[in-house]
């Protein structure tokens, strides 16, 4: 005759019941953490970016306010470099301004508005690609030694393509023709979107060149001076293992 053992089946039962309790507090955890990358983090970016985008445009109409002075990089610049730039958080230099292209503003400093009519985005653009300074606020990152907007040579932006706003999410539906408009305290001016690269290494920097070409897919980009804007991010989705390129040509420029 078998003999049962009711401590044990006790102890077994108590042992089932607290790794069913460590389990699903996990997957509980688990589910935050996913529901603040997902959701939490754009509420709060996109609401930043909205206040900022107001409080630009709130100083532009005040009279006798002035830019701000040219950036100077904090130590240790590029070590916070966002995974959806490219590069080593620079790019070539961008050769010789127009006359009518903006100031250079300070470091991390928001001082132009990007507006994608076909994305319907509206978005804060600052000074570098620092994650905490700048883009996980929501905010469109100006690469450092390219050119500022108007600028001969390549304007170069980078956004998150997931979380913190994800500003730079849709870039893949845009189409050769569409507005990229680029507001400043003086002016606007307007890119039209001519070239996508749908796909390309992260140490490509060639993208964000003064005359912007692929330096792995040649066959991608231009071979003459000009007043480019680039807009960089990753792709797939939720990674950063590869980036998206969206290139324009400036097509005019409007006094405010």
Same mark, same amino acid.
């Given at each position: 005759?078998?003999?049962?053992?009711?401590?044990?089946?006790?102890?077994?039962?108590?042992?089932?019941?607290?790794?069913?309790?460590?389990?699903?507090? /996990?997957?509980?955890?688990?589910?935050?953490?996913?529901?603040?990358?997902?959701?939490?983090?754009?509420?709060?970016?996109?609401?930043?970016?909205?206040?900022?985008?107001?409080?630009?445009?709130?100083?532009?109409?005040?009279?006798?306010?002035?830019?701000?002075?040219?950036?100077?990089?904090?130590?240790?610049?590029?070590?916070?470099?966002?995974?959806?730039?490219?590069?080593?958080?620079?790019?070539?230099?961008?050769?010789?301004?127009?006359?009518?292209?903006?100031?250079?503003?300070?470091?991390?400093?928001?001082?132009?508005? %990007?507006? %994608?009519?076909?994305?319907?985005?509206?978005?804060?653009?600052?000074?570098? %690609?620092?994650?905490?300074?700048?883009?996980?606020?929501? @905010?469109?990152?100006? @690469?450092?030694?390219?050119?500022?907007? *108007? *600028?001969?040579?390549?304007?170069?932006?980078?956004?998150?393509?997931?979380?913190?706003?994800?500003?730079?999410?849709? %870039?893949?539906?845009?189409?050769?023709?569409?507005?990229?408009?680029? &507001?400043?305290? &003086?002016?606007?001016?307007?890119?039209?979107?001519?070239?996508?690269?749908?796909?390309?290494?992260?140490?490509?920097?060639?993208?964000?060149?003064?005359?912007?070409?692929?330096?792995?897919?040649?066959? /991608?980009?231009?071979? &003459?001076?000009?007043?480019?804007?680039?807009?960089?991010?990753?792709?797939?989705?939720?990674?950063?293992?590869?980036?998206?390129?969206?290139?324009?040509?400036?097509?005019?420029?409007?006094?405010?």
């Amino acid at each position: 005759m078998v003999q049962r053992n009711p401590r044990g089946r006790r102890l077994a039962a108590r042992g089932l019941w607290s790794g069913a309790e460590v389990v699903v507090t /996990f997957g509980v955890v688990l589910l935050l953490l996913v529901v603040h990358q997902l959701w939490w983090t754009n509420r709060q970016a996109r609401a930043d970016a909205r206040h900022e985008v107001q409080s630009l445009e709130r100083e532009w109409r005040r009279p006798g306010s002035e830019d701000a002075g040219v950036p100077s990089a904090p130590p240790g610049e590029g070590a916070d470099t966002d995974t959806d730039a490219v590069g080593e958080g620079g790019g070539a230099p961008a050769g010789g301004a127009r006359a009518a292209a903006a100031a250079a503003p300070r470091w991390d400093q928001a001082y132009a508005v %990007i507006r %994608i009519p076909r994305l319907g985005l509206t978005a804060p653009v600052a000074q570098g %690609i620092g994650k905490s300074g700048v883009l996980d606020k929501g @905010y469109v990152g100006h @690469y450092p030694r390219t050119a500022q907007p *108007g *600028g001969a040579g390549n304007f170069a932006l980078a956004g998150h393509r997931n979380t913190h706003g994800e500003p730079f999410r849709y %870039i893949n539906r845009l189409r050769r023709g569409d507005r990229i408009t680029v &507001e400043t305290r &003086e002016r606007v001016y307007t890119y039209v979107v001519d070239k996508t690269l749908a796909q390309t290494a992260a140490r490509d920097s060639g993208v964000i060149a003064a005359v912007p070409r692929s330096n792995l897919k040649p066959a /991608f980009g231009y071979s &003459e001076p000009g007043s480019y804007v680039t807009l960089t991010t990753c792709t797939p989705e939720f990674t950063s293992r590869y980036r998206l390129v969206v290139w324009g040509k400036l097509a005019g420029v409007q006094e405010r």
